[in-house]
C-alpha cells in the first residue's frame, strides 16, 4: 500500500535556529497536507498544497511541493518555543482519506 | 472553524468488556468520518471510512468485528470497541472533512485514550 515517510524522526533545535521537515511518498499525490499534533493535542490543519511546484508561506513557515508531486517540504524559521510538536504530512491521492506520514517530532530549547 | 465533539476523552474499562466512542460534527453535517489510531510517538493509522447511512470502510488488518462503526446520521459516528484486550489501549480520535470534495482538510475530535486493564 501507499507509504508517506518523514525525515528526520526527531529534531532537537535552539530558539532561533531554523527547522525542516521532509515528506516522501511512494505514488503520486493528488494533494499533500500539514497537519500539527501539540503534546497530548490532536492535529490541526496547517496547508493543502495542489500544483506541482506549489509554494505556500504562513508567517515564518514555508511549505514546498516537489514538482513530481512526490513530496513534500515544511521550512519553519526562527523557531519558537510555541513551535513545538510533531509535523505530519497527509497524502491524497484517488480516493478521500488521507494517508498521514510517520511525522516529525520538534523540541524548540530556550 | 469547524468543530468535532470527541467523548469520551479516556477511559479505563476491564479486559472483556465493551467501549463506545462518540464523534460529533457540532457545526457542520459530515456525511464522512474517518477513524484513526495513534500509538505513543507514533503517527496516525486509519482504521477506517465512516460514511453516514451506509457500511463502514475498514483499511486492511482492521477487524470489523472487533470494531464497529454507526455513522446513523449526518453528525454523529461511534466506534465501539468490542471484547477490549489491553493491545486495544491506545488514542482513538475520529476526523471529520468539511465538503464534499475529495482530500478536504480534516477537523479532528479531540481524540479517546483508551486502558485496557
Known amino acids: 500500500g501507499q507509504q508517506v515517510m518523514q525525515i528526520p524522526q526527531y529534531q532537537h533545535v535552539q530558539e532561533g535556529e531554523d527547522f525542516t521537515t521532509y515528506c516522501n511518498s511512494s505514488?503520486?499525490?493528488?494533494?499533500i497536507q500539514w497537519y500539527k499534533q501539540r503534546p497530548g493535542g490532536h492535529p490541526v490543519f496547517l496547508i493543502q498544497l495542489v500544483k506541482s511546484g506549489e509554494v505556500k508561506k504562513q508567517k515564518r513557515l514555508t511549505f514546498q511541493f516537489g514538482e513530481a508531486k512526490k513530496n513534500s517540504s515544511l521550512h519553519i524559521t526562527a523557531t519558537q518555543t510555541t513551535d513545538v510538536g510533531t509535523y505530519f504530512c497527509a497524502a491524497g491521492g484517488a480516493t478521500n482519506k488521507l494517508i498521514f506520514g510517520t511525522g516529525t517530532l520538534l523540541a524548540v530549547q530556550p | 472553524g469547524a468543530v468535532v465533539s470527541q467523548h469520551p476523552s479516556w477511559v479505563i474499562c476491564k479486559s472483556g468488556t465493551s467501549v463506545k466512542i462518540e464523534c460529533r460534527s457540532l457545526d457542520f453535517q459530515a456525511t464522512t468520518m474517518f477513524w484513526y489510531r495513534q500509538f505513543p510517538k507514533q503517527s496516525l493509522m486509519l482504521m477506517a471510512t465512516s460514511n453516514e447511512g451506509s457500511k463502514a470502510t475498514y483499511e486492511q488488518g482492521v477487524e470489523k468485528d472487533k470494531f464497529l462503526i454507526n455513522h446513523a446520521s449526518l453528525t454523529l459516528s461511534t466506534l465501539t470497541v468490542t471484547s477490549a484486550h489491553p493491545e486495544d489501549s491506545s488514542f482513538y480520535i475520529c476526523s471529520a472533512p468539511v465538503g464534499a470534495g475529495r482530500n478536504e482538510k480534516l477537523f479532528f475530535g479531540s481524540g479517546t485514550q483508551l486502558s485496557v486493564l
Open positions: 505514488t503520486t499525490l493528488s494533494n
